[in-house]
């Protein structure tokens, strides 16, 4: 994976237009950072899809026994539908779905270069069934107030 300020840069390149080939430009930066994943675990990057996408399949590779990982999933998803968004014909709002495609890239290579560092990285995710099974047995210090926890102030 290139580091993080060289993919920065890469991704504040992509010119918006022609849309569709800055859409899959940053589609294939996104699959980069996936890739550098994968090849951290020595896989190979799988070149399979789901559901018509390789970032997609790349995730699932990513996440197969990483439950963490699964923190990164819907922000995948969320890249995918942009660039199904930019892609479509007539597609008005292009430069806003690439400008915010960019920021989703940008956040899964922090993601991914993140969780390089610190394996615990995404634990809090939902889907990281360790973490909530481990915490059915801690009990609150302080009590929850009915109407949910405040942040505070």
């Known amino acids: 994976m290139r580091d993080l300020e060289a993919l920065d840069r ?5 010119a918006p237009a022609p849309v569709r080939e ?3 430009r940053l589609l294939r930066l996104a699959e980069e950072a996936l890739e550098a994943w994968v090849a951290a675990r020595n896989e190979a990057p799988t070149q ?14 990513g996440a197969a026994g990483v439950p963490s990982f699964n923190a990164c999933r819907e922000t995948c998803r ?10 479509a014909e007539g597609a008005e709002d292009a430069p806003r779905r690439l400008r915010m495609m960019g920021l989703l890239v940008r ?13 615990g990285l995404g634990d809090f995710c939902c889907a990281s069934r360790p973490l909530r099974a481990a915490s059915e047995n801690i009990v609150p210090t ?3 107030p009915e109407e949910g926890p405040r942040c505070p102030t």
Do not use: T
Not at 10 to 14: G, K, R, S, Y
Not at 107 to 119: D, I, N, R
């Open 48 to 61: 399979s899809q789901r559901e018509g996408f390789r970032l997609l399949a790349l995730h699932h590779q």
């Open 22 to 24: 800055a859409a899959a």
């Open 78 to 87: 969320e890249i995918a539908f942009h660039y199904n968004l930019v892609s």
């Open 142 to 144: 302080q009590p929850v």
């Open 107 to 119: 956040h899964l290579a922090l993601f991914v270069a993140g969780k390089m560092q610190v394996e």
């Open 10 to 14: 890469e991704i504040d390149a992509v």
